[in-house]
Structure formats: structure tokens, C-alpha cells
């Protein structure tokens, strides 16, 4: 499966910005979606996932903030990012899992989108 990122940009702290990330090539509906974020100088990190089935995990950094979301009709996936910090700066990129358990370490995905760019100022 193909994915191709979007939606990022410069907003101010305490903004809002939505990604969306587009899947094809493959039966979108079967496969675990997950986002991780790779800061400056820093490891890519966990974001938040959703199962299949439609269960959502957060990681605790933006836990109450961000909102996972996935439409399987239009073969996409969302990301709400609502008060963002300046230290959720960072590339966002989606990927897929097609394990048949979901999970959120990185090494579980096998898909990735190329990433797209969040910047938030103070």
C-alpha cells in the first residue's frame, strides 16, 4: 500500500492543524494506522494509532489533544492536532501495520507515508 501525507504547515501555539494521510494500492480497511513524529536531532516517535476494528491509543505527550481518526470508505487517515506546542514540531509521517494485533513500535509497520512538515511557533 501507497501513503501520501499532508496537511502540515506553520501555526501559531494553541492552534489547530488537520493531517491526512491517503492510502492506495492496497485494501486500506485491513490494515492498523499509526502516526509517528520525528523532531529535530530526536528518534521518531509514537503519535497515536488506530486498530482496524477502530480502537485508538495516544501516546501520553498528546493524550487529550490530538484525535485519530480514519475513513476506510475514502481510504484515509486523520490526524486532528488541536493546542499544539511548539514542541510538537516535528515531520509527521503515517504508516501501516498489517499485523493481525495492533501495536506502536515503529518496527511493526510495514508501510510508510514521506512525511509532512508541523511547525509551531511561540
Known amino acids: 500500500v501507497q501513503l501520501q501525507a499532508s496537511g502540515g504547515g506553520l501555526v501559531q501555539a494553541g492552534g489547530s492543524l488537520r493531517l491526512s494521510c491517503a492510502a492506495s494500492?492496497?485494501?486500506?480497511?485491513?490494515?492498523?494506522m499509526g502516526w509517528f513524529r520525528r523532531a529535530p536531532g530526536k528518534e521518531r516517535d509514537f503519535v497515536a494509532r488506530?486498530?482496524?476494528?477502530?480502537?485508538?491509543y495516544y501516546s501520553n505527550s498528546v493524550k487529550g489533544r490530538f484525535t485519530i481518526s480514519r475513513d476506510n470508505a475514502k481510504n484515509v487517515l486523520y490526524l486532528q492536532m488541536d493546542r499544539l506546542k511548539p514542541e510538537d514540531t516535528a515531520v509527521y509521517y503515517c504508516a501501516a501495520d498489517g499485523s493481525s494485533l495492533p501495536g506502536s513500535s515503529a518496527w511493526r509497520f510495514d508501510y510508510w507515508g514521506q512525511g509532512t512538515q508541523v511547525t509551531v511557533s511561540s
Open positions: 494500492g492496497g485494501l486500506f480497511s485491513i490494515y492498523h
Open positions: 488506530i486498530s482496524r476494528s477502530g480502537g485508538v
